[in-house]
């Protein structure tokens, strides 16, 4: 039998959009492909879920317990206006 478990966390995150101004998720990725460093961890946005289109500005965020992250502007956006 098999038994699923969804498990909700809460993280601490920390938004940094000044760390790579105007970097999109293509040229992320292909630099990172060029050294050849995976970058599936990256791939999602972790703040909605959603896998970036790779001329989607990236935004890094700093995840408590995880370490470095991406989100989008939109979640920028939501930062900015004090959502918690
Ligand atoms: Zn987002």
Known sequence: MLITKT???TYEVTFY????PEMTWGEFRE???KNGINSSKFKKRFCCNHAFADDERVIVISVSSIG???ACKACLA???DGAK
Do not use: A, C, T
Not at 17 to 20: E, G, R, T
């Open 68 to 70: 470095n992250r991406f």
């Open 7 to 9: 498990v909700s966390k």
């Open 78 to 80: 939501r930062e900015k």
């Open 31 to 33: 630099s990172r492909e």
């Open 17 to 20: 959009p000044y760390v790579l």
